[in-house]
């Protein structure tokens, strides 16, 4: 049936749009799930997400408030739909490893309830993969250029923190659960396994922290703004543009063009005069 169709299936074109037909069915369907899982998982079941926290905590464990917060920030800008502009992104870049993503995502709010760390950690490993294939290849394929805000802002920025979600957040928590480093919910068990939470570096919202944590978060909230500053600096005093330059072969010909016009204005004059004279 495909062969008696009048197009080609081997032009680019056509490959294209196929594949953007694909997404355009795969992608929403597989934020449609990771978003209706993650909201069973942490509203209904029980014990949900939120209090496997509260059940296992450790040197990094997250803030649950705030660490919801960022979850549904992140599927929200992740639903806006696949038409406009983002259609080469998707297509030549992302592909269909966000759609893994969201599913690698989905299973493992599952594994997360049922307490299988062990295999949510794997899980959490194989999504920080999918994600940074799909920030590289997105750098590569459709980088991010002032004069398109919207895909910095509907693109590049949710796939960003999609991948800090695992990275910073997620996998080192599961990882510190499955090796046994947390304790009992007493505050004199809180100093227990500092030291492994001081190596990961995360700044936790959630307290009393151990002192090096402490002293983690407050050198890198200090650093962080100091950082971002520094670099906007930089990039205003050493990256400006200066003025376009004309192509030296254009100056002969602008005076020639003027002495041709000059010259004719000339001839002109003298022709008036004759006919006065006559």
Known sequence: MMESLPVHMSNPAVQDFLSLIRLQVLTPLSLSVNIATVLVCSSIVKPSILDIIKLYPASISPHPAWLAVYVILI???????????????????????????????AVWAIA?????????????????????????????YHAPTYSRPFDMALIHAPLR?????????????????????????????????????????IIWAASPKPAPVFITVVLF???????????????????????IALPPDDAPVSRRSRRDQWRGTNKFQ???RLNADV
């Open 221 to 243: 909230t200090v650093h962080h703004p100091l950082a971002l500053i520094s670099a906007l600096i930089y990039d205003q005093l050493w990256h400006r543009r200066g003025r």
């Open 75 to 105: 599927l929200l800008s992740l639903a806006y739909p696949c038409q406009g502009p983002r259609h080469k992104a998707l297509v030549k870049a992302v592909g269909l490893s966000l759609v893994l993503a969201n599913w690698a995502m």
């Open 112 to 140: 997360w309830i049922l307490r299988m760390f062990l295999f949510s950690t794997i899980m959490l490993g194989i999504l920080f993969l999918l994600l940074v294939y799909s920030n590289v290849a997105l750098l590569i």
């Open 161 to 201: 923190f999609f991948m800090i979600l695992p990275l910073s957040l997620l996998f080192p928590y599961s990882l510190f659960i499955t090796l046994g480093l947390t304790y009992a919910s007493h505050p004199e068990d809180y100093a227990l396994h500092p030291w492994p939470g001081f190596a990961v570096i």
């Open 270 to 272: 003298q022709v008036l």
